[in-house]
């Protein structure tokens, strides 16, 4: 259980970082200062995926021997918080020029291009971190080795190809690349996330996306733990 966990941290760890070693290679180390730039600001963002799964763990893994009312649990978890990430990175889009003015000096303008891209990696981050429960609830725990491993060769591969082609931007685009494929894409591969697979592609519909935040902008008043916001969120009914 422990070793796969390990290696798993480290492989994140790589992919995490690959992009700043690339572009200090391939560039400069003034292309890599104004990407960290961004990346400081887009990884604070970071600690509110692990706050949400370190609260909510203990209520998933209860249910391991009942899959319909985890997995209607996590799909209610999945929908609110990733449009929390979504209109949090909107918010933080509009606001990057200010944002960067702010906090940096003129050499840094080509860090709200950057921010622009890399903001989005947040809500593929707040998935990633929720169906994270499932695995490690499962003892999946390879899985996520797999998955870190795949994400890790996958970025650097984009790298090579972006960051020639598009210089910094193409850091952050390869980056967020990755993380879609990472928390989406990569649950298609093993049966325990499949069905959160599809439940993460149809709530990426625009249509979708805008229903849950009207309901949810409605229901503010409702209790998480309620059954009658899970039997109106969940698709395991």
């Known amino acids: 259980l422990g070793a796969p966990l390990i290696f798993a941290s480290i492989t994140v760890g790589i992919y995490m970082n690959v992009d700043m070693i ?5 560039i400069s180390p003034t292309a890599t200062g104004v990407y960290a730039a961004a990346t400081a600001i887009t990884g604070l963002l970071y600690f509110f995926p692990s706050l949400i799964t370190a609260t ?22 999945l929908r609110i918080f990733s449009v929390f990430g979504l ?7 509009v606001f990057s020029d200010f944002i960067i003015d702010l906090l940096y000096s003129e050499d840094f303008k080509e860090s709200k291009s950057v921010l622009k891209i ?15 429960m499932i695995i490690i609830s499962h003892n999946l725990t390879k899985l996520l080795f797999y998955r870190s491993f795949a994400s ?19 850091a952050a685009v390869a980056t ?11 649950d298609l591969f093993h049966n325990k ?14 249509k979708n996306l805008i229903n849950d935040l009207k309901y949810i902008m409605y229901n503010l008043n409702y209790d998480l733990r309620s059954s009658h916001i899970y039997k109106r969120y969940s698709y395991f009914k």
């Open 22 to 26: 690339m572009l200090t290679s391939f």
């Open 56 to 77: 909510a763990f203990p209520a998933i893994s209860k249910y391991n021997d009942n899959r319909d009312i985890q997995y209607s649990r996590i799909s209610v978890l």
């Open 87 to 93: 209109l949090t990175s909107f918010m933080i889009f």
């Open 118 to 132: 890399q903001v989005f990696c947040f809500p593929f981050v707040v998935m990633a971190q929720i169906t994270n």
């Open 152 to 170: 890790m060769l996958m970025n650097i591969m984009l790298n090579i190809i972006f960051i020639k082609m598009y210089g910094v931007l193409g």
């Open 176 to 186: 967020l690349i990755t993380h879609i494929f990472s928390s989406v894409v990569f």
């Open 193 to 206: 996330t499949r069905d959160l697979f599809y439940v993460k592609l149809f709530m990426l519909n625009p």
